[in-house]
């Protein structure tokens, strides 16, 4: 039996919750990049610089998507179980490098801070755990966690060389090629850890009862 047919689609309370919560995380970015317009200007373009920011982004749009799914009793199509696992493994991520290197930085409000660095983590990690509507992930599917931080992280490089901007002072040039290597090589292996438990908890059946279509 496949993996997909082992699946059904999440209760109508699950669906709710994902729609929720997706729309809490956006409007959370929202009220906290309108709250920094004063002092950092209308730019998108660092406001979503900050890996937490386009993480979060990422994962409420994700999570939308999936309740709006649920909500129709549809099965989720097995792209979007990768999708989020990847963004479950990089909200992991978020909570560990920050709670970890950066805590306590950051002009915004610290419930602000809490929602995006701590609870949202700390959600998708516990939907995915306990809500078995998800398909088995393959490991020859892992690398699929790389390119969008990998990306990022070749974005920002790329802005501190240039023009100087950086959104996490771990990653200044001027802290010299061995510095900067050390901390993205630490960045990487947090990430496949989280990846690897996102992946292996893929296996596991889920507390929460499925319908079945």
């Known amino acids: 039996m496949s993996s997909a047919a ?19 995380l956006l409007a959370v970015l929202g009220y906290t990049y309108v709250l ?11 406001f979503f610089g900050y890996f937490t920011n386009l993480t979060n982004l990422i994962a409420g749009l994700t999570f939308i998507v999936a309740g709006a799914l649920g909500r129709r009793g549809a099965v989720l199509p097995p792209t979007l179980h990768v999708l989020r696992g990847t963004v479950v493994a990089c909200l992991l991520v978020v909570g560990v490098i920050y709670n970890t290197l950066i805590p306590g930085t950051g002009t915004a409000p610290a419930w602000v801070s809490l929602i995006l660095h701590a609870i949202a983590p700390a959600l998708a990690f516990l939907d995915w755990l306990f809500v078995g509507d998800r398909h088995r992930l393959p490991w020859r599917s892992l690398w699929v966690i790389f390119p969008y931080p990998v990306t990022w992280l070749a974005v920002v490089l790329v802005r501190g060389i240039t023009d100087g901007w ?4 771990f990653l200044l040039p001027s802290h010299g090629a061995a510095y900067v290597l050390a901390h993205i090589a630490g960045l ?11 992946w292996l908890c893929a296996r596991l059946p889920g507390a929460a009862a499925l319908t079945r279509r």
């Open 6 to 24: 082992r699946v059904g689609a999440a209760p109508p309370a699950v669906a709710w919750a994902r729609l929720l919560f997706g729309a809490i």
């Open 36 to 46: 920094g317009v004063p002092s950092d200007g209308p730019n998108p373009f660092n």
């Open 166 to 169: 950086v959104p996490y002072g």
């Open 188 to 198: 990487l292996a947090t990430l496949t850890l989280a990846g690897v438990l996102v």
